[in-house]
Structures are given as C-alpha cells and as structure tokens.
C-alpha cells in the first residue's frame, strides 16, 4: 500500500475514534444528569429503557472502538491492509469506505454465506 493512502486512512480512524470517545463521554454525563432529574417512577421506567437503549449503542460503540485500535496497531506494525484470511491486500476503495476491515471482499463474502448457512 501506498504511503500516501496509509497516512490517509490513518487520520480516518483517528478522527473516528475521537468522535466515538467524545459520544461516549456526552452519554456518561447526560445519564448521570437524567438520573439525578427524574425522581418520579414512571419516569424512571422509561429512563431505564431508554438507558438500555444507550447501554446497547454503547457496547456497539465499544466494540468498534476496539476494533479502531486494533487497525491503528495494524498500521503501526506495517501489517495494515492485508487479509486476514487469504493474506492478500485487501482493495484501497474498499479500506476507504470501511477502514477498520480485515478481510477482503471475497473472504468477507464467502464469511456471509457461510454465517447464512449457519
Ligand atoms: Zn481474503
């Protein structure tokens, strides 16, 4: 891969880790707010739903966060940008559009239907 497209991607997950710590530092202190504003039980019922609602987009941000840094290590050891299937170069577009990827469209593809198959 070239330099150029390596740094490029870089700032990407750069910038998308910083938005993701920034959300979850937003959620922590808005429910730590909200808790402390409804005393009423009803209301509280529907914060605890709602709060399970930010729990599961949370262990979906948690998740991908994990999965930027992974992909920062992987630039950092050079091994960025293969496979980790058939250790071919997985396609730049496709690294663009989906930086922390790690397999190639065909790996992915053929993982799909398998998964489909069960
Ligand atoms: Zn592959």
New binding site residues.
Partial sequence: MKKKDLNEIKKLLEQQLEELLEDADKTASEMADEKANFPDPTDRASLESDRNFELRIRDRERKLIGKIREALERIEDGEYGL?E??E?EIGIARLKARPVTT??I??KTEQERQEKIG
């Fill in positions: 496979c299937s058939c071919e397999m190639c065909d790996c």
